[in-house]
């Protein structure tokens, strides 16, 4: 697939698995699996309960329980997986159905605490014939992976391609800084100068670093716009905004990849996403301010830390 595409599809996906919560988050799940397998999987809907299972795969018998609160606590989470498994065992066992592979899907930024992890070992040492499998993110991109580009457009609209970005143009770029014109927010000047050191100081994931360094390409079209504008003091306000943003989810405890992906949506990551020549642009222009204002960390002046 473009490497480009490839990123943004990554990017949507991975924004939607740490977004959804309870059952919007088996709804974003069973809309992926049954793109990929189509009547092979089943989505549960109970009126009463869904009988222990979130979804059920016919060929491999293979039942996923999915596990999105809001808040619980360790002991919730554990009592949770040892619920639910003997639940789906009893209900497949009364319609004559077996259960090769239960999988528990979560989407914890925390990762799972010990309490659930010893009851995942547990039930797989009490079943030696199921396999116990726990899936995260990755094992859902490995799923997305699998899936054709209309179906991906289908589930996380368009994306933008290599082709696009080096084709990328003046008059393209302007539907993303007029999005973020919208902004009222006093300029103040920014305190630290840019480092060219900044992208790997802040540890992004590889894909993320990857976004930034490929919308550097497009950079100067940025600049050029950003100059002509009516209002002299607009691209300063812009880059106010962006910095207010960072502030506040960085100082909510959000990690770098989760405020890039923060940014990403407030550049326009879902506003235009349905026009993959403005998702170009989104590109461009977050990283044009990731490196000409004050947001992410500038590493250490050497001279400071001797």
Known sequence: MDPVKLNHYRLAAENGFWKHKRTAFQDWLGAIMTKRYCDDFIRIRLSKGDGGLDGYRLSTQTVYQIFAPRDYTAAEMADKIRDDFAHAKQTLAEKKLEMKTWIFVHNDPDD?????????????ADNPGIAIRRWEFTAILNEIKQLADDELVELFGAAPTLELLEDLC????????????????????????????????????????????????????????????????????????????????????????????????????????????????????????????DIFENPPDPLETT
């Open 112 to 124: 799972l605490p010990h309490e659930a992890v010893t009851e995942l070992a547990k039930l797989q």
């Open 170 to 293: 003046y008059q393209d770029i302007i539907p993303v800084i007029e999005h973020l014109a919208t902004e009222r927010v006093p300029p103040f000047p920014p305190t630290d100068p840019p480092s060219p050191r900044k992208l790997e100081f802040n540890e992004l994931s590889e894909d993320r670093a990857n976004y930034i360094q490929r919308g550097r390409s497009k950079q100067g079209l940025v600049e050029s716009y950003l100059s002509t504008m009516p209002e002299e003091d607009k691209p300063e306000q812009i880059a106010e905004a962006f910095r207010r943003r960072y502030t506040t989810h960085r100082d909510a405890g959000f990690d770098a990849d989760q405020i890039f992906d923060e940014l990403w949506l407030f550049a326009g990551g879902q506003v235009f996403a349905s026009e993959p020549v403005e998702l170009a642009g989104v590109m461009t222009v977050l990283a044009y301010f990731f490196d000409s204002c």
